[in-house]
């Protein structure tokens, strides 16, 4: 079975500019989730999908960042403009369904922004 | 507010003996709660659950973990520690599938 892949696994780019990460979950996975996991710190969920609707947003940074999963597969999570405090690792994972289950998760995107 | 703590930062053990990395949760409801495993480089993987049930739960790799509603714990065990346990570990919680909350993580370090 394929795991959740995430591309690109590394980026640097300055404040300001935009940047965008993709993941696609495990086959078959209805739930998708993104967070942002700064150094020395657990990740924090910044949106989770239920198939192509937003379960919880609530965390995201809705002035700059943005993510879609339009066909309720693979999903692109956007930031724009950069800050610098945005410099972290972007982590996808995906479960079977909401609920009682386990999440599976990708090897995440170092992102740096200077 | 929903939270899930870990109070220790860094767990240290001789190869062999019995480890704990302890967590403690204040989330609404009955709590699901996951033990996550980061080795170097690689991306979170799933050691066990709680969901209902028995209280000790058995998950990945010989560990185990115990939930204790009265404490609002759910440590994580194992016997005898190897060398390759040595790991960031998180513990998680959340309720009716929403919102999961991580614990900040606990690095473990087992000494040969």
């Known amino acids: 079975e394929a795991g959740v892949a995430q591309s690109p696994r590394y980026k640097i780019i300055e404040k300001r500019q935009s940047v965008a990460f993709w993941c696609n979950p495990i086959?078959?996975?209805?739930?998708l989730y993104w967070y942002q996991q700064i150094l020395g710190q657990g990740p924090k969920l910044l949106i989770q999908?239920?198939?192509?609707?937003?379960?919880?947003d609530s965390q995201l940074p809705k002035d700059r960042f943005s993510a879609e999963r339009l066909k309720g597969v693979d999903s692109t999570l956007k930031i724009q403009p950069a800050k610098l405090e945005d410099s972290a690792v972007y982590l996808c994972?995906?479960?079977?369904?909401?609920?009682?289950?386990?999440?599976?998760f990708g090897p995440g995107t170092r992102l740096t922004v200077t | 507010a929903q939270s899930v703590a870990q109070p220790e930062d860094q767990v240290n053990v001789a190869e062999g003996n019995p480890l704990t990395v302890k967590c403690t949760y204040s989330?609404?409801?009955?709590?699901?709660l996951f033990w996550y495993v980061q080795y170097p480089n690689r991306g979170l993987q799933f050691l066990l659950k709680?969901?209902?049930?028995?209280?000790l739960v058995k998950g990945s790799y010989g560990f185990e973990a115990e939930f204790n509603k009265s404490q609002t714990s759910f440590h994580l065990k194992k016997p005898s520690a190897l060398v390759s346990d040595s790991a960031l570990y998180f513990c998680a919680g959340h309720t009716g599938g929403f919102k999961t909350i991580f614990g900040a993580g606990t690095r473990l370090f087992v000494k040969a």
């Open positions: 709680y969901i209902t049930g028995d209280n």
């Open positions: 994972a995906s479960s079977l369904l909401q609920g009682p289950y386990e999440q599976y």
């Open positions: 999908f239920q198939n192509n609707g937003v379960v919880d």
């Open positions: 989330v609404s409801g009955n709590p699901y």
């Open positions: 086959s078959g996975h209805a739930t």
